[in-house]
C-alpha cells in the first residue's frame, strides 16, 4: 500500500521539519542557504504560510504563500516551490499548487503570482496546467 499524500500548513517548526526544509533548500537553489531563525519567522509571520508536503509523515515538499493587501485588493505570490528529487513526477508539486490556490480562494485573494525560470520547462507546463497564465511583463529585481 502507497502512502498517502498530504499537504498541511505549518504552524510551528519542530526540528523534524527544520532538518527536512534544511534538505529541500539545496535542491531550490545553490546560492540558498538554511537559517532556522529565518525559517522560525516565516512560520510564525501572518502574512506567510508554509506549505508542506508529506508521504506519510516524511516531508517531501513545500512552498511559501505570501499574502498581501494593497490598494487595489488583496495579492498573493507563491515562492520555494521546490519537491524532494526522490518523489519528482508523483504529483506532489500540483497537491501544494492546488491547496494554495484553495487558500487563496478562502481570502479572497484578487490575484495570485509565481515566477519560474523559462529553462524549468516542466514546472512551467504544471503551473500551466493548474490555471496559472503567463503574464507579457518584466520582472525586476533590486539586490541592493
Not at 526540528?15 to 525559517?39: C, K, M, N, Y
Not at 519537491?83 to 499548487?97: H, I, K, P, Q
Not at 514546472?123 to 520582472?139: K, P, Q
Amino acid at each position: 500500500m502507497s502512502e498517502e499524500l498530504t499537504v498541511v500548513v505549518a504552524r510551528e517548526l519542530d526540528s523534524g521539519l527544520a532538518d527536512a526544509v534544511a534538505g529541500l533548500i539545496p535542491q531550490l537553489s545553490s546560492s540558498a542557504a538554511f537559517d532556522r531563525e529565518l525559517l522560525e519567522r516565516v512560520v510564525a509571520a501572518d502574512a506567510c504560510e508554509l506549505f508542506v508536503a508529506k508521504l506519510g509523515e516524511t516531508v517531501v515538499g513545500m512552498a511559501t504563500l505570501v499574502t498581501f493587501p494593497i490598494p487595489t485588493g488583496v495579492r498573493g505570490h507563491i515562492d520555494d516551490v521546490v519537491v524532494d528529487e526522490s518523489t519528482r513526477g508523483r504529483g506532489v508539486a500540483r497537491a501544494l499548487l492546488q491547496a494554495m490556490i484553495g487558500r487563496a480562494a478562502e481570502q479572497e485573494i484578487r490575484t495570485l503570482d509565481l515566477t519560474s525560470r523559462p529553462s524549468r520547462v516542466a514546472a512551467i507546463r504544471l503551473y500551466e496546467s493548474v490555471g496559472f497564465v503567463r503574464r507579457d511583463t518584466n520582472t525586476f529585481r533590486f539586490a541592493g
